[in-house]
T-cell receptor, first 111, second 115 residues
């Protein structure tokens, strides 16, 4: 099956810093989603971005489908940004359109 | 839009009890719902895919008789953990999507603790 690799696995920032999270995938995809799982376990949809670039406030994402990677940018980080960021993809050609998750990036933003 | 409600959020019960978890899409009709399990400090693991009106499709290694899934309507799917034991303790999360080329939207999860 498709492999989804996220980097870095852990990231510690000071409040106000910027960061870039990366998601590499091993095959072509129909869908790609970025999620933020907060310390309470809630999984929050950040972006649905199979290709192109999107922005939402301090967050933006870019997916280059032809090169099989996606980037999540966090600017002016805040302590509330702490948590795990997951990338998940639906491979092309599949019949069930199931999401495959990466292992996540654990982000800690210190005040 | 695209709100998914999961209930209960926390369950503590004795070994041998059966526990039912509900997943509802509140403002859209979900042709497909998914059930995931997550262990501490790990990623989400898909347990099963549920289509309205048909039997769930389970992932390899997931016991069908242990984890009963019912998708009775386009807005409701339930997961029943039958005769739960301590090893079934985990965080269970559901998701729902409108159609095959639409994003998945997740519930807030259920923490299940079996004593």
């Amino acid at each position: 099956g498709i492999q989804v690799e996220q980097s870095p696995p852990d990231l510690i920032l000071q409040e106000g810093a910027n960061s870039t999270l990366r998601c590499n995938f091993s095959d072509s995809v129909n869908n790609l989603q970025w999620f933020h799982q907060n310390p309470w376990g809630q999984l929050i949809n950040l972006f649905y971005i199979p290709s192109g670039t999107k922005q939402n406030g301090r967050l933006s994402a870019t997916t280059v489908a032809t090169e099989r990677y996606s980037l999540l940018y966090i600017s002016s980080s805040q302590t509330t940004d702490s948590g795990v960021y997951f990338c998940a993809v639906v491979p092309s050609g599949g019949s069930n359109y199931k999401l495959t998750f990466g292992k996540g990036t654990l982000l800690t933003v210190n005040p | 839009g695209a709100v998914v409600s999961q209930h209960p959020s926390w369950v503590i019960c004795k070994s041998g009890t059966s526990v039912k978890i509900e997943c509802r899409s509140l403002d859209f009709q979900a042709t497909t719902m998914f059930w995931y399990r997550q262990f501490p400090k790990q990623s989400l693991m898909l347990m099963a895919t549920s289509n309205e009106g048909s039997k769930a499709t389970y992932e390899q290694g997931v016991e069908k008789d242990k984890f009963l899934i019912n998708h009775a309507s386009l807005t409701l799917s339930t997961l029943t953990v039958t005769s739960a034991h301590p090893e079934d303790s985990s965080f269970y999360i559901c998701s729902a999507r409108r159609d095959f080329n639409q994003p998945q939207h997740f519930g807030d999860g259920t923490r299940l603790s079996i004593l």
